[in-house]
């Protein structure tokens, strides 16, 4: 088992950054490809981005490229996303997730997932 919690959220402006962080227990993340999720009110829970193993791959979806940056540290545990000119169309809970296997964007293929954490973007 795999335990995740994310921290960083907050209340920020318009074209400003956070970084998040997924801090995990019970088991080390070599093994897992790690992603960020995310879900706005009212609309299905959709892909982030996700890095491979060892962080040499990452993936980005498209609304995001150029803005988010994935990264991870085996050696503590950590798994980021730093945000940068941030909109509100980002505001939304952030989910971290991890899962065995190969790489997948789409969320049902994740094991498993942090509580979340609300980032919220003002205009």
């Known amino acids: 088992q795999v335990q995740l919690v994310e921290s960083g959220g907050g209340l920020v402006q318009a074209g400003g950054s956070l970084r998040l962080s997924c801090a995990a227990s019970?088991?080390?993340?070599?093994?897992?490809?790690m992603g960020w999720f995310r879900q706005a009110p009212g609309k299905e829970r959709e892909f982030v981005a996700a890095i491979t193993y060892g962080g040499g791959t990452t993936y980005a979806a498209d609304s995001v490229k150029g803005r988010f940056t994935i990264s991870r540290d085996n050696a503590v545990n950590m798994v980021y996303l730093q945000m940068k000119s941030l909109k509100p169309e980002d505001t939304a809970i952030y989910y971290c997730?991890?899962?065995?296997?190969?790489?997948?964007?789409?969320?049902?293929?994740?094991?498993?997932w942090g509580p979340g954490t609300q980032v919220t973007v003002s205009s």
């Open positions: 019970g088991r080390s993340l070599n093994s897992y490809i």
């Open positions: 997730a991890a899962r065995l296997g190969a790489m997948a964007t789409r969320a049902p293929a994740y094991d498993y």
